[in-house]
């Protein structure tokens, strides 16, 4: 605000925004910087990010292979070692991360889109269609979400990754539904919404501009953690194998590793096992390491300034 | 009581009240339940009942027997209405009637049922206690020493614990026990040459390969209890009656056991949940260490596609969650006494 004011021509829309925003990313800087495993968190998403989009096209035509060395150790031309057939496992993680970062991202934006909309309906129109909601997210959150997607993948096959983070998306919105009722449920009766309603300020204004703001951050770190659900889930579903093969992915790197022609029979299969193990491990490590600065960024009372 | 008779109007307990809303709203939800596995399993591509009536048929039985067989299979009439399919479905379901397996032929599925639900409970209930009494006892130490080296520790390994997947880290036991360091079989119940029953090499065989699965449910779960007790003993720190007996002079052994007495309260509610859920989260664990409990039998019953023990599967893994969830709520008026009574706590 002080910058602002020492501006020339200052006080105008535009530049007060400007300035907030600057300020914004200085404090982003200053969370990262606090605690460098915060900027190893970043580091590793981004890592993740960049093999989802550019992964498949480091290996245009066909995956490096090599059928003299089945299940090598690990070399310097094969890092994590080979596989059964002798490609190359680090091939196998980078072209398979596409498949599981984008499902991850597809699951999260149809979770929280849906569970911030009926939260939000719910906890402010309250009534009768609170009751019809609740309902439903109990039901929801009742019904063990592993058995369902086994006996729906008879049904359905999820091709591809955006079916897949479809499903997954309409079957886990109820957590997030509920966390955002409750939100809106106390938010409402502060101050600052009671007086935007006296104000006579419209519902859309109020559940937009008043209500929605102070819920954001909540949500952010909700939508990282949504992604790592359906990491989760999708990984799982492939390892269990109920799924057909039809892309790489690590969950098919587990499923064969394990049950594949007795893959762990010899400790020379490790690497294989070990390598779409240690991509979840690390994916998860650094959304859990930016969820911690998030908290920090948008919960000023966690600053130790 | 007496202010009943002094109302006039009678008033029914509310723990019978919340019972019986309760068995009211899980009644409707396994209604769900078996509409949706009814709707799944008619809807599956080729639809694998019409197919079972007409080999039926090419084999030479008249339809009339085809009918039968077909319905005995999977609880429903191949022909007919989708209302006709429907409510035989449901007057089988009301008799118990969950049809028969296919992959194992003429045994009723809930014979095999039965049998996977006894080594489903066996190492779900080992690992789950296990993992209780060890996340709840270092929880409280966790929540009274926060600052300390020893506290950050053991809310460390319980957030990693916590947020890592299921079958990462029965990979990773599995990959430690049977292939690093090869001490204990890699899958099965038991070993199949001994002889079922109370001798000393059958038990040492089956707590031999429980141990495995056993482990990993109790490191799978471990994490959540620490953290849920260490937050549930920080809310209780702040209570008044914890400063009042820190007044009284009362020793450190006593305010332990005032604070772990209150903090486990919402606990209790969780395990009874955690023991509902885990018969449909210990599809991975039995998975990889090839247990045969329900959750093998619904992959299984998915490989082979055989839909009518797939639906019965499905169903005994739903209501059993719907109800720890009732027995939960229950368990909880029973050992709070601020909710039987009805007062706002």
């Known amino acids: ?305 | 009581m007496t202010l009943i008779a002094v109302r006039g109007a009678p008033r029914v307990n509310p723990v019978v009240r919340r019972l019986a809303g309760h068995v009211v709203r899980g009644l409707v939800m396994i209604w769900v339940v078996t509409t949706i596995s009814f709707v799944i399993i008619r809807n599956i591509p080729g639809n694998p009942v019409l197919g079972q009536y007409e080999t039926l048929i090419e084999k030479g039985m008249s339809p009339d027997e085809a009918q039968r067989a077909t319905a005995a299979l999977y609880g429903f009439l191949p022909t007919g209405s989708l209302w006709e399919q429907y409510t035989g479905y449901m007057k089988a379901l009301l008799h118990l009637d969950l049809g028969q397996s296919l992959s194992t032929p003429g045994t009723e599925v809930v014979t095999l049922l039965g049998s996977a639900a006894k080594w489903t409970v066996l190492p779900v209930l080992g690992g789950t206690l296990l993992s209780f009494v060890l996340g709840v006892t270092l929880g409280v130490y966790a929540g009274i020493k926060r600052s300390g080296k020893l506290g950050d520790l053991l809310s460390i390994s319980g957030s990693l614990l916590h947020g890592v997947p299921q079958y990462v880290i029965g990979l990773l036991v599995l990959a430690i026990f049977t292939t690093l360091w090869p001490i204990l079989p890699a899958g099965g119940p038991v070993d199949v040459e001994f002889v079922p029953g109370f001798n000393a090499g059958y038990l040492a065989s089956l707590i031999q390969h429980a141990t495995l699965p056993v482990l990993t449910y109790a490191l799978a779960s471990y994490g959540g209890w620490v953290l849920a007790m260490k937050s549930s003993v920080a809310t209780v720190l702040g209570d008044d009656f914890i400063l009042a007996a820190e007044l009284r002079g009362l020793s450190r052994g006593v305010l332990f056991r005032y604070i772990a007495r209150n903090a486990i309260l919402p606990l209790f509610t969780i395990l009874a949940l955690s023991l509902g859920m885990l018969f449909g989260g210990a599809i991975f664990i039995e998975r990889i260490f090839n247990y045969p409990g329900l959750g093998l039998l619904l992959v299984n019953s998915i490989g082979a596609r055989d839909y009518a023990l797939m639906g019965g599967t499905f169903l005994v893994t739903t209501v059993a969650i719907i109800i720890a969830n009732i027995a939960a709520d229950l368990l909880y008026a029973v050992i709070d006494p601020r909710v039987r009574t009805g007062g706002t706590a």
């Open chain 1, 1 to 305: 605000m002080t910058v602002t004011a020492i501006l020339p021509g200052g006080g105008g829309q535009g530049s007060r925004r400007a300035s907030l925003r600057r300020n914004f990313w200085r404090g982003v800087g200053r969370v990262l910087r606090r605690k460098p495993s915060r900027i190893l968190g970043v580091a590793i998403v981004a890592l993740f990010a960049a093999m989802a989009l550019v992964g498949p096209m480091l290996y245009p035509a066909h995956l490096p292979r090599d059928d003299n060395a089945l299940y090598a150790a690990p070399s310097l031309a094969h890092p994590f070692g080979t596989d059964f057939e002798g490609t190359d496992v680090l091939a196998l993680v980078v072209t398979g991360a596409r498949y599981v970062i984008l499902t991850g991202l597809v699951t999260a934006v149809i979770t929280v889109a849906l569970g911030t909309v009926l939260g939000l309906l719910a906890g402010f129109h309250r009534g009768r269609w609170d009751t019809v909601l609740m309902r439903i997210t109990d039901l929801q959150l009742t019904i063990p979400g592993l058995p369902l997607l086994l006996v729906l993948s008879t049904v359905w096959k999820f091709q591809g990754p955006l079916e897949m983070g479809l499903v997954l998306g309409l079957l886990g919105w109820g957590g997030i539904a509920r966390a955002v009722r409750s939100q809106t449920l106390s938010l409402r009766e502060r101050g600052f919404i009671e007086a935007a309603r006296g104000l006579g300020l419209s519902t859309t204004h109020i559940i937009g501009r008043e209500l929605l703001p102070s819920m954001a951050p909540y949500i952010a770190m909700n939508m990282l953690i949504a992604v790592t659900g359906a990491i989760y889930a999708q990984v799982g579903l492939f390892f269990l194998g109920v799924l057909p093969f039809d892309s790489n992915n690590w969950g098919v790197m587990l499923n064969l590793a394990v049950f594949g022609g007795g893959a762990l029979t010899s400790a020379a299969a490790l690497p294989y096992l070990l390598a779409p193990l240690l991509a979840i491990l690390l994916l998860t490590l650094g959304i859990v390491l930016i969820v911690d600065a998030m908290d920090e960024i948008f919960n000023p009372r966690l600053r130790e300034e």
